[in-house]
């Protein structure tokens, strides 16, 4: 009887060991858009960016309207023409890219909500359980998968910020021209 219990209780270990083994790890794939009713107070925001990558460096302003109910975004080369232009109302992402060369708008967006956005909805949205770890600081925001870096926002003064994007190897230096509460 006991090599009965035995064996019962050795096929059900490893049943329960090949259920553990079943479970597939989530790897997320891209970033998430945020609603825009989570974000910042109602402000419009007059920014430089600053781009380096391998393919060089290359000087932006961008404005940005965000509304509890929208977010407009208007990128413009410093002689003012306009590159892009993005409208997300937290359902439909609209794009207009005026630029010789595509320009990756939902990656864009979800990037700027990523840094501008509070803790409270990041944390809501960037779950553990779906595959991301977000490892915040004071200064800075960093955001990872099991296996990947996806990137580093840090904040070394409330007019500038930096963003390095370790999968696709920039940097964006982001300062602040001007913030108008709507």
């Known amino acids: 009887m006991s090599k009965r219990i035995i064996s019962l209780a050795a096929i059900m270990f490893i ?5 553990w083994l079943s479970v597939t790890d989530v790897e997320p ?6 609603p825009p009713s989570e ?4 402000v ?9 990558s391998a393919g060089g460096m290359h000087h932006i302003i961008v404005l940005t309207r965000l509304e509890k109910d929208q ?3 208007r990128a413009l080369l410093p002689t003012g023409q306009t590159v892009l232009s993005i409208d997300y109302d937290g359902k439909t992402l609209t794009q207009h890219d005026y630029s010789s060369f595509s320009l990756p708008a939902e990656d864009i967006l979800a990037i700027l909500q990523f840094s501008l956005w509070p803790m409270d909805s990041i944390k809501k949205h960037y779950l553990f359980s779906d595959g991301w770890q977000l490892v915040v600081g004071e200064k800075q925001r960093d955001l990872k998968t099991k ?3 996806i990137m580093t ?11 390095v994007n370790k999968l696709s190897n920039y940097q964006i230096n982001i300062e602040l021209i001007e913030q108008k509460k709507l």
């Open 71 to 73: 977010l407009k975004l």
């Open 153 to 163: 926002i840090t904040y070394p003064s409330t007019e500038k910020m930096l963003v």
């Open 44 to 52: 419009l925001l007059k920014q430089k960016l600053t781009m380096t």
């Open 29 to 34: 794939h891209k970033l998430l858009l945020l």
């Open 147 to 149: 296996t990947r870096h």
């Open 15 to 19: 049943m329960s060991g090949c259920s």
């Open 39 to 42: 974000g910042p107070d109602a």
